[in-house]
Antibody, heavy 121, light 108 residues
Framework: QVQLVQSGADVKKPGASVRVSCKAS????????LHWVRQAPGQRLEWMGWIATDTGDTKYSQSIQGRVSITRDISASATYMELWSLRSEDTAVYYC??????????????WGQGTLVTVSS | EIVLTQSPVTLSLSPGERATLSCTAS??????LAWYQQKPGQAPRLLIY???KRATGVPARFSGRGSGTDFTLTINSLEPEDLAVYYC??????????FGGGTKVEIK
């Protein structure tokens, strides 16, 4: 069965960087794109970016472009999200989610369990 | 960026009642809209895609409709397990994807 397993919770100081991993299993890794979505406490879901796992092509949200990088390691069936220059507003649960083609478009069909990143001095 | 506005923010209903959730897009998104259910402490789950199609395993009491800018998710005959926050999500604005603010469904 498809699983996305993320790294554990982390606490960072303002100005630091964080790297969250997402390891996929149960399907051929480089056949589906992967997204990162975050959710600050009590807030809406926020799309962060996407990586094409076959080519490594990436797209990022304009709101955080320049502070985020998404990479992948095909041999490890994993994607990584790095966010730097952290501030308190980056405190959130970070999710990876798999893209799947449905009839007319692409949607997220599987999600990781989420990783809580806390930014605090 | 396409803005999705959901209403109401909170819906409190009794088991067996019908819930009607609304999502309005700031511009025409055709039917490139999905609804996700997020239960407390869990990741979101895909319920509806392409505005009106139920994802695999989703009970028939969930239905979606709409196109263009106005969309509705209906939950017929609410069950206690439907306690969750429901988000709409658009794929029309790729590569800038957005979610609505969510509607929290409470069961009396």
């Amino acid at each position: 069965q498809v699983q996305l397993v993320q790294s554990g919770a982390d606490v960072k100081k303002p100005g630091a960087s964080v790297r969250v991993s997402c390891k996929a299993s149960g399907y051929t890794f480089n056949t589906a794109g992967l997204h990162w979505v975050r959710q600050a406490p009590g807030q809406r879901l926020e799309w962060m970016g996407w990586i094409a796992t076959d080519t490594g092509d990436t797209k990022y949200s304009q709101s955080i472009q320049g502070r985020v990088s998404i990479t992948r390691d095909i041999s490890a069936s994993a994607t990584y999200m790095e966010l730097w220059s952290l501030r308190s507003e980056d405190t959130a649960v970070y999710y990876c989610a798999r893209d799947s083609k449905y009839d007319n478009s692409w949607y997220f069909d599987y999600w990781g369990q989420g990783t809580l990143v806390t930014v605090s001095s | 960026e396409i803005v999705l506005t959901q209403s109401p923010v909170t819906l409190s209903l009794s088991p067996g009642e019908r819930a009607t959730l609304s999502c309005t897009a700031s511009q025409n998104i055709n039917t490139y809209l999905a609804w996700y259910q997020q239960k407390p402490g869990q990741a979101p789950r895909l319920l509806i895609y392409d505005a009106s199609k139920r994802a695999t395993g989703v009970p028939a009491r969930f239905s979606g409709r709409g196109s263009g800018t106005d969309f509705t998710l209906t939950i017929n005959s609410l069950e206690p397990e439907d306690l969750a926050v429901y988000y709409c999500h658009q794929r029309s604005g790729w590569p800038q994807l957005t979610f609505g603010g969510g509607t929290k469904v409470e069961i009396k």
